[in-house]
Nanobody, 120 residues
Framework: VQLQASGGGLVQAGGSLRLSCAAS?????MAWFRQAPGKERDFVAG????????FYADSVKGRFTISRDNAKNTVYLQMNRLKPEDTAVYYC?????????????????WGQGTQVTVSS
């Protein structure tokens, strides 16, 4: 599976961005992670294969929404009310398994990352 992430950019605090991750074929559970300079890669949001279950890190609940379009093999991350602390490289990932874990090492495929920068 190949993943292509897009949609990052520079935005002011309080603004919005929508990230997309297109897969080369049908996928199982998918997730977004982010990594700031000098920090670990952290779970942001995840979604089950059929889209019926979603999961969020506490830091983004109520601001970010993950969704997917299986007809397009694409997962989205709508990010609203962005904060400077959301600045990071955002990665999409696929896990070919029955759950949506919040640990990066449990994912099988990764996209190349897209930079999100939120200015104060």
């Amino acid at each position: 599976v190949q993943l292509q992430a897009s949609g990052g950019g520079l935005v002011q605090a309080g603004g919005s961005l929508r990230l997309s991750c297109a897969a080369s074929g049908p996928t199982y559970n998918m997730a977004w992670f982010r990594q700031a300079p000098g920090k670990e890669r952290d779970f942001v949001a995840g979604i089950s294969r059929n889209g019926g279950n979603t999961f969020y890190a506490d830091s983004v609940k109520g601001r970010f929404t993950i969704s997917r379009d299986n007809a397009k093999n694409t997962v989205y991350l709508q990010m609203n009310r962005l904060k400077p602390e959301d600045t990071a490289v955002y990665y999409c990932a696929v896990r070919e398994g029955a759950i949506v874990p919040d640990t990066a090492s449990r994912y099988d495929y990764w996209g190349q990352g897209t930079q999100v920068t939120v200015s104060s």
